[in-house]
């Protein structure tokens, strides 16, 4: 090869690769430039459900409105009575959002470098009460009768690289009263105690002033537990469980059952009978991946990504019973609650 | 004309009459290539690794806990892919198609994230990703490697670690102002990394030259030659042999090292569990670390060549040790900033170095797949380590388990120096008069 020619291929290779970069790097500034703009056209224009001005009051269904266009993210709410109607919006954003006792807990990532995260404690009419910081990204959150606030937050690292995850259940009141992560309570797994350092808890439901379900995991296993606040004790009662949630008369309780099999993880429903310790499974199409929320003592909620559009979910109904199929019950919506 | 087995030990040789230090270091275009290469894969691959849990839960609505649960299925296989990558770089003679495959699967991986949705399609990208990176490795080292002066080797590596920090310090800082322009722009950021992606590909297919890494056997002297119409012959490397050669007591050592290794993940978890941080900062805490990786991966590199690469090698990881120590005791502030700088120190003195070390003294054509084989020893054991170490953390707690370590790595470091001083010499120590 002479001198000559080596150069020109050379630059050739030069121009081919300024030529990738000024494509690559134009590509990324127009897409951003579009994505901003869908932003602002989601967060500001048109919603695509009906909605009104006012959150309703008195028994209401609240959850995080996703339907595109103006109050985007934001709490809404839809009276008991007309699940189906507008929807009133409020003036707060949330990633998770549950309302009960005139208390709304809402979960939020704060975007920023570093990005944070909180719980926000609001009253009825939507003003803050308290704020406090979260370790990681929103996951579940829950109040009971007595105004204890439940949040698990998903704790992960700086790289996927790390395969380092874990997730932190609190339980504290906004008076004060503080349970602590969860985590620190005594585990007692079929009888003996769990002391495995992957141990990891998630997903509260509070059954009484003490009383509450939840989920421990561990080396891959999961089960739900019943927890005492008082003697801050955790015990297992059924294996591979995840996500509690009590039913309103009590006798019953809902969660996620992951299926046999390698492969993609596919979580059903299962709900089970604490008194005849019997156990429902709901096989379902699509796999669930929702804390469930009661709407009634024959109808369970929960929310599920809605397809082709990533940001956007629905909330579907589903009867406790071994054949059934969910239903769409709200458009648009994540992250249900059920104020009576 | 003497021609000898290798251009590399050609020029040992050409250089065996002069130490290091009076060779004119003359950085490799290819190996600064290399860099800038590495450099758009890391701010590719950090900036997606950075908010992906926020995507996964915020965007998706899926909680992370299936994510863990695949986890450790990708590592293992990263681990093979690395060491057949490496063999297969060796074999064919050509590095570059090899690396271009690994770079060039990261980069599908990327156009996969901008359509995936459910979890199978998010791990199996994921998947593609550690793969095409356990791929590119070895094969780019081995090029890093061949392009280098032999009496500056850790010194080039040293060059292209720092490039290469310089992206996976980047590539969060990117993503995360990415999304404060464009809230809940996660695919503007898919968009931007597959840019890079594709910017890496374009520079290493461009502008590295398709290197070959050894001779063809008919130039040289000596051996036998299978062709009798002049075309190369390959002789074949014999993995056996990689592993039996004095490479044995590098990957001895570094194993052994690797077994008390627990990564800087856990000494950022002891420095939290001192309760002064608040756990927002951990990934800031990663950034403070690389910033000292980068800034020392050159000086050490250059010290190495001076001194002894398997000493700094060894030595390097008292730095470990020392950060374990600290994170041990205390979690103020000053602590925090002294464990990141030894943090910072421990990975300069060991990432590149162990390439250069291994790539030295791997048996001639075979490289690659030394270079991989130690690599690999290093991920597996500090693997072990992790897991080990997690156990240990629960029954006595964050502080003693760390004091516990930096007592286990200093009195291992004599053991290693035991096991490599005597064996590994420096090749322009050994030429030199």
Same mark, same amino acid.
């Given at each position: 090869m002479t001198g000559q020619t080596q150069w020109s291929t050379r630059r050739v290779r030069w121009i081919a690769l300024v030529a990738v970069a000024a494509i690559a790097l134009a590509g990324s500034v127009i897409y951003a430039l579009q994505a901003y703009q869908r932003y602002q056209d989601r967060s500001s224009?048109?919603?695509?459900a009906s909605v009104t001005e006012q959150l309703p009051s008195g028994s209401r269904i609240v959850f995080r409105n996703t339907a595109s266009g103006e109050g985007y993210g934001k709490i809404a709410a839809v009276p008991l009575d007309d699940p189906h109607g507008p929807r009133g919006l409020g003036d707060v954003a949330c990633d998770r959002v549950y309302a009960a006792e005139g208390l709304v807990s809402c979960m939020r990532i704060i975007r920023g470098i570093p990005t944070t995260f909180e719980t926000q404690i609001l009253d009825s009419a939507g003003r803050q009460i308290q704020a406090w910081s979260l370790p990681g990204i929103p996951s579940r959150t829950r109040i009971s009768n007595d105004g204890l606030v439940a949040t698990t937050a998903f704790v992960t690292g700086h790289s996927y690289a790390t395969n380092s995850f874990s997730t932190e259940t609190t339980i504290r009141g906004t008076d004060g009263r503080d349970y602590g992560n969860l985590e620190n309570f005594r585990m007692l797994i079929n009888g003996s105690e769990l002391t495995a350092i992957d141990r990891n808890v998630w997903g509260v439901t509070f059954a009484s002033d003490d009383a509450f379900f939840a989920t421990v995991a561990s080396g891959g296993k999961t089960w739900l537990v019943s927890g005492s606040l008082q003697d801050k004790t955790l015990t297992s009662v059924v294996e591979n469980a995840e996500c509690p949630s009590i039913s309103p008369d009590g006798t019953r309780v809902a969660f996620k059952k992951r299926r046999a099999g390698v492969g993609a993880v596919h979580w059903d429903i299962a709900v089970l009978d604490l008194a005849a310790g019997d156990e429902t499974r709901i096989p379902l199409e699509r796999s669930v991946d929702d804390q469930i929320e009661w709407l009634d003592n024959d109808t369970m909620l929960f929310g599920e990504p809605r397809e082709g559009a990533v940001g956007d979910s629905d909330i579907l109904s589903l009867r406790p019973v071994a054949n059934a199929k969910p239903q769409l019950f709200i458009?648009?919506?994540?992250?249900p609650s059920v104020e009576r | 004309m003497y021609l000898s087995l290798s251009d590399w030990t050609a020029r040992r040789q050409a250089a065996g *009459?002069?130490? *290091? *230090?009076?060779?004119a270091f003359k950085a490799s275009p290819t190996v600064i290539a290399l860099g800038i290469v590495s450099m758009l894969t890391d701010i590719s691959s950090e900036s997606v690794a950075a908010i992906l849990p926020l995507y996964i839960t915020g965007a998706l609505g899926l909680s992370m806990v299936a994510y863990g649960f695949l986890d450790g299925l990708n590592q293992g296989t990263s681990a093979i892919v690395r060491i057949a990558a490496g063999y297969t770089a060796d074999r064919t003679n050509r590095p570059k198609p090899v690396a271009v495959v690994g770079y060039g699967l990261s980069m599908v991986a990327r156009i996969g994230l901008l359509f995936a949705q459910g979890f199978a399609g998010i791990t199996a990208i994921i998947g593609a990703d550690r793969i095409g990176k356990g791929i590119r490795t070895a094969p780019r080292d081995a090029m890093i490697q061949s392009s280098s002066q032999p009496e500056h080797l850790a010194r080039s590596f040293g060059i292209h670690r720092m490039l290469d920090t310089i992206g996976a310090t980047i590539g969060p800082f990117l993503a995360f102002v990415v999304l404060l322009l464009v809230p809940d722009g996660y695919r503007v950021v898919f968009v931007v990394s597959l840019a890079a992606a594709i910017l890496g590909v374009a520079v290493l297919g461009l502008i590295v030259p398709n290197l070959r890494l050894r001779r063809p056997v008919a130039e040289t002297a000596g051996a036998p030659s299978e062709s009798k119409i002049g075309l190369p012959a390959r002789p074949s490397v014999r993995f056996r042999d990689v592993v039996k050669g004095r490479l044995r007591y590098v990957l001895f050592a570094a194993g052994l090292l690797g077994l008390v290794t627990v990564g800087d993940g856990f000494v950022y978890l002891a420095l939290m569990d001192h309760g002064h941080l608040q756990t927002y900062w951990f990934p800031l805490l990663f950034v403070g670390s690389n910033a000292v990786f980068l800034a020392l991966a050159i000086p050490l590199g250059r010290l190495a060549d001076r001194t002894s690469r398997a000493g700094v090698f060894i030595v390097g990881h008292l730095a470990l040790a020392a950060s374990y120590l600290c994170a041990g005791l205390d979690g103020s502030i000053p602590i925090v900033l002294l464990c990141l700088v030894l943090l910072g120190a421990f990975y300069a003195a060991t990432d590149g170095v162990l390439a250069a070390l291994a790539g030295q003294i791997s048996p001639e054509g075979a490289t690659s797949t030394g270079i991989a084989s130690a690599q690999t020893v290093v991920a597996v054991t500090r693997l072990v380590a992790s897991t080990g170490f997690g156990f240990l953390w629960f029954l006595f707690g964050a502080g003693p388990v760390m004091i516990g370590a930096a007592v286990m790595m200093t009195l291992l470091v004599p053991v290693a120096w035991r096991v490599i001083s005597k064996r590994i010499t420096q090749p322009v120590d050994r030429a030199a008069p």
């Open positions: 224009g048109v919603s695509a458009e648009h919506a994540w992250s | *009459a002069h130490p *290091a *230090a009076t060779v």
